[in-house]
């Protein structure tokens, strides 16, 4: 398309003045605000929890009586009471009889930024379950964390003794 010179001259400054408009100061505070609360709601929609242990199929060793401690750490963004864990069987693992959900179990009291401590189930595959609770009701979403295992553990080293070999 194209357009004449006074028709130029008008466009040219009419962009000027929008252009100049938008630049004020009031509308430079209003572009301020607009970033801060975009920063603000878009902080907010990140994890509450993290957790750093375990990771997915971290295997933790039982003991004779096929039960262990399963120590959980990570942080926490919210304000909560408490924090709990629960392990659920993994659908595989459902048929056999020995292995059920554990109860939601008190990780720690009172969080601060970080939390640690331990629940205890028998062997089997899980995944893990963890909420944050402030008031008796459930603040945030429940992180999960699939394929944790409690069982044997066993290391192999050496070059020859890792072959099985004489």
Known sequence: MIFSKPTLHVLKSYS?????????????????FGVVVFIFF???????????????????????????????????????????????????????????????????????????GTISAKGGWYNLEVRAIKNNILVGNITTIERVGIGEVFVFVGHSNAQGGA
């Open 42 to 116: 878009s902080c907010r929609a990140t994890a509450q929890i993290t957790l750093n242990f375990p990771v997915s199929r971290a295997v933790v060793q039982r003991n004779n009586a096929n039960q262990a401690n399963l120590n959980i750490a990570g942080r926490i963004n919210i304000v909560a009471d408490r924090i709990e864990a629960r392990l659920v069987p993994r659908a595989e693992q459902v048929r056999l009889d020995t292995i059920v959900a554990t109860a939601w179990q008190i990780v720690q009291s009172t969080p601060n930024g970080f939390f640690f």
């Open 16 to 32: 000027l003045v929008f252009f100049k408009n938008i630049l004020t100061k009031k509308n430079a505070v209003r572009y301020f």
